[in-house]
Structure formats: C-alpha cells, structure tokens
C-alpha cells in the first residue's frame, strides 16, 4: 500500500482538501496526554465550525495500552457513527488507533483477539509526535491483556495518510526526545542485521541512520530542520522495521522497561549497544542463512552508514552516543536476572542473526546493568 503524505502548509489545508475529497462528515481522533500542548489541537477543534465534520475524541488510554481501552475505544466509534480515524501521539495512541481500525468490523461478543482480522476500509490518518517508533510506517501495534504484551499485526493497519507535524515536537521533554531518537537509531541498525533484511529494507535503514547522526544536534537543539528531519528518520527507519522485524535489541529491552521505569528507546539503546558488541566477537554463531562473511559484510555496512571505518568503531561510537546523552544505568536486584533471562520473545530471537542461548541472554543482562 502506498501511504499518502500532507503537509502542514496554510495551517493543514491539505487536510481539508482530503477530508472534502473523501466526503468525511465524521471523524474520531484518538489523542494522547500531549495533544492538549500541539498546534493541531485547535485544527481539530475548528473543523466542525469550518467543514461541517463533526468530531468524536478518545484518550481513555495508557502508554503500554490495555486490550480493554481498544475495545472502548472500539466500542465509541461504532456508536458515533464515525468514518475516518487520526491517531495523533506517540506509539501508544497509534496502537490504540489500529486495533480501533481493525477491530472496528469484528464481533464484539467475543474476544478481538481471538478473531481473524477481516481488512476493512477505513481511513487511518497518522500524526506522530515523537521522532522515534515509525509506527505510522508499520503493520504493528502492541496492546496488553491480563498483563502479557499481545504482538497485533495486519498490513490494513498501516495508515493510508500520515502527517510529519514536526511542530508537535517542540515540547518535547528532554529525555522523550533523547530516547525516541534512539529508538529510531535501533530500528535502523536492527533492520540491517535482521535475517529478514533485503535490499530495500537495508536502504531504509542506511538512510535513517544517516539522518539521524546528522541531525542529532539539532534536532536536540529544538531547531526545526532538525525536527523536520528527525520525523523523517523516524519514518524511514519505520519502514525498514515493517519489512524486517525488530531483533533481539528489542526483544530484551521490553522487561527493562516494565521492571525500571525507563522509557523504551532508553532501554532498547542499552540492549542493542552490549548486545552489537557480542555479535561482533561471535560472527561465527551466524544463523543468518546467507552465512558468517555475509553478516560481516553488514556490519561493515552499518558502519558505513555511520562514516565510521571499522565496524568495532560504529559499535563505539553507539556506546559513546549513550555516554554523551547521560542515559543513567538502571539499578538491578540480584533476583531480577531470573525475571530477565526468561522474559525474551523466542520470535525475536529468530530474527537475530546471531544465535543466543538463555546463559548468553543472562549475560548480556549482568553486562547492560552493570
């Protein structure tokens, strides 16, 4: 499917140009806690005034959001009537919009998760307002039920409008801005290692890290080309996701996350920099089935794409990204690392291409927090 992308040119004129096109009269925007700081907000709460579209909100949700918000949220749209869905946020609000979207035609009697997604038609129009998950650029969403992370994937998810507002930024607290970018970054450099990789897949990911190292500073400098550019990044290095699947980087760092209170990009970044390290010194472990030279060969690529020489230098330079961003190292209890070994998607393993036992994933754990 090939996504449409506005702009915000004469305060979102585009978007009123779509939403007349398509005959929209009604609209459901799925919003998070910062909607209430964006430029958009006052779009959105003028549109009935000036298009006649009326408008129905949902932000009965959490990050890490629950089943049962989706199916509220479900529940809502169909009640209203609604035609068209905007998720505007961060990835929470984007995964609570996909299952609203794809849940929406589904037998509300029995569990959504338990059905065969039938893809329906209805618009999902996209508003990130973090530079860090592209999950405007990918099938996937993640929700929670009875506690356990449910992976819902469907290509019909994958909004048909996406709108980079790289004013939604500029409030930003620090940390969230740090951490997204990175998370970016791990999107990209995971992508290219992924077994799933392909050549398309690698240009997205070559892409995305170049954007982001060149316009770290100013991105973190809340200047707008580096906004601009970041949402960018954040996109491309989407797309490199879809294609491929996250590896073991992600795999491992959704426990730290749970267990410490950071946020994702934070606890991916520490995953994804021991975790690089030890492929490095265990190419020899490959089950990637394009074999061990081939594996190098990526790596050499990855540091490429960092205008960096050798590959243990792009690894370095990774380490040294952290350092310099002052991601503190969380505080583990002896027994956490019984919780953490065992807490690894086997799924995500598989698209590793180096092979990793429990006593490897163990580790590596003792390595990142300590």
Not at 47 to 57: A, H, K, N
Not at 101 to 107: A, P, V
Not at 144 to 171: C, F, H, R
Not at 205 to 222: P, R, V
Request: hydrophobic share 40%.
């Amino acid at each position: 499917m090939e996504q449409k992308f506005i702009t915000t040119e004469n305060n979102y004129a585009q978007i009123d140009q779509l939403l007349g096109s398509m005959g929209i009269r009604s609209l459901f925007v799925v919003c998070d806690a910062a909607y209430g700081f964006l430029r958009i907000k006052n779009y959105f709460d003028t549109i009935e005034e000036r298009l006649g579209i009326s408008v129905c909100y949902f932000s009965d949700f959490k990050p890490n959001p629950l089943y049962e918000s989706v199916v509220e949220g479900v529940r809502v749209f169909n009640e209203n009537k609604c035609e068209m869905i905007a998720a505007v946020g961060g990835g929470s609000a984007m995964d609570v919009a996909k299952c609203i979207k794809l849940y929406s035609n589904m037998d509300n009697d029995k569990n959504y998760l338990e059905q065969e997604i039938v893809p329906n038609d209805i618009p999902l129009l996209a508003v990130p307002t973090t530079a860090g998950t592209g999950s405007e650029a990918t099938r996937y969403a993640v929700i929670y039920y009875n506690g356990e992370k449910q992976s819902v994937s469907d290509y019909s998810a994958i909004p048909s409008i996406v709108l980079l507002d790289a004013s939604s930024l500029k409030t930003l607290p620090m940390y969230q801005k740090k951490s997204t970018m990175l998370d970016a970054l791990c999107h990209a450099i995971e992508s290219f290692w992924s077994v799933n990789s392909t050549d398309e897949s690698k240009e997205y990911s070559k892409e995305a890290i170049k954007l982001i190292l060149e316009y770290k500073d100013a991105y973190l400098s809340n200047d707008d080309s580096g906004n601009e550019n970041m949402l960018r990044a954040a996109n491309i290095a989407g797309k490199a996701i879809n294609i491929t699947q996250t590896t073991a980087g992600h795999a491992m760092c959704y426990k730290l996350t749970s267990l410490y209170g950071i946020a994702h990009g934070h606890a991916a970044a520490l995953c994804v920099d021991k975790l690089w390290r030890y492929m490095l010194d265990n190419t020899d472990k490959c089950i990637d089935g394009r074999g061990s030279n081939y594996l190098e060969g990526v790596f050499a690529d990855i540091a490429n794409a960092m205008n960096i020489n050798e590959p243990k230098q792009a690894a370095e330079l990774f380490s040294k990204l952290i350092k310099e961003l002052e991601f503190e190292i969380p505080k583990a209890e002896a027994e956490d690392y019984a919780i953490l070994k065992t807490s690894v998607n086997p799924t995500r393993l598989k698209n590793n291409p180096v092979g990793l036992s429990e006593e490897v994933i163990n580790r590596l754990y003792h390595e990142i927090l300590e």
